[in-house]
């Protein structure tokens, strides 16, 4: 499994101009990777509207060298308008189905980057958490091959589902919205306003950082502005948590 790993999990900066099929990325089916999104069950209008955000300079990493976003701004202005249409049709008459367990705990696997996702570094034994989301293909062989039966375990600090559900539910006292007033019952979206059930932890704190840094600054982004203006990367880490910890 090895050699292969390596070839289908390692881009490099000179594939940035390549057209790959969205799939590739996203998993056929939608339902992505950590370092990705999944697309299944977004709609049409809030598809299109990234795509354009991407193409337009307003929907960038906070962290400029990210080579992941790079690529999605590649192929956002490589796809045509009409693939762009299809795609998202398509992607849109998904169901994303359950994909991420998240399990509360002290301790994670060493981990190390591969392929842009973490990996447990084989040997290499535990360490403590700390206030970090650690999320791991649950096989790392079936995920670099792109299986889209094969999903992901996210580890979250202990605590932070319930820190998580009161700041998303309440506001947690003034810090940030409420979030089903936008993002519609359970969390499972509302008209183009996206749904947060079951979605990748990790692909969420990116979000909403990347709204605070101001990195996204799409066409809809500041509704978002109120909400997380005042959150800490704690913060951000326990609704990530809670909202991922949501069935979808
Ligand atoms: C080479 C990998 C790659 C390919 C190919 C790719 N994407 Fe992406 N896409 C990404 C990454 C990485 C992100 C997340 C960037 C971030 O963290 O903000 C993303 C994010 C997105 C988002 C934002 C999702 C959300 O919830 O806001 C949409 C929509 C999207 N891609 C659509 C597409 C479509 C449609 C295609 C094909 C025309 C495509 N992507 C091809 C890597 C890719
Ligand atoms: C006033 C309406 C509103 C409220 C309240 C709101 N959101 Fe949003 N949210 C939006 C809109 C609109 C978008 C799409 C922004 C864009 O396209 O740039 C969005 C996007 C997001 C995204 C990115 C999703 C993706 O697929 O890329 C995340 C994550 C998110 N919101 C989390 C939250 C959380 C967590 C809360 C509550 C703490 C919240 N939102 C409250 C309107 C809202």
Redesign the pocket.
Known sequence: MAPRFHKLTHFHRRDANRTFACGYCHYPNGQGRPEN?SLAGLSVGYIT??IADYRNGLRKSSEPGRIAAGFMIASAKNATDAEVKTSAEYFASIKYRPWIKVIETQSVPKTQVAGFMLVATEGAGNEPIGQRIIELADDVGRASIRDSRSGFTAYVPVGSIKRGEA??TAGGRGK????A???GQDLKGAGD??P?AGRSPSY?VR??YDFQSGA?A?L??P??KE?VAKLSMDDMVA?AAY?ASRAP
């Open positions: 999104s509207q990234q700041l998303v940030t919205t409420v979030c007033s936008c993002h306003v996206p947060l969420t979000q909403l996204r799409g809809l982004s509704l978002m909400t609704i909202t």
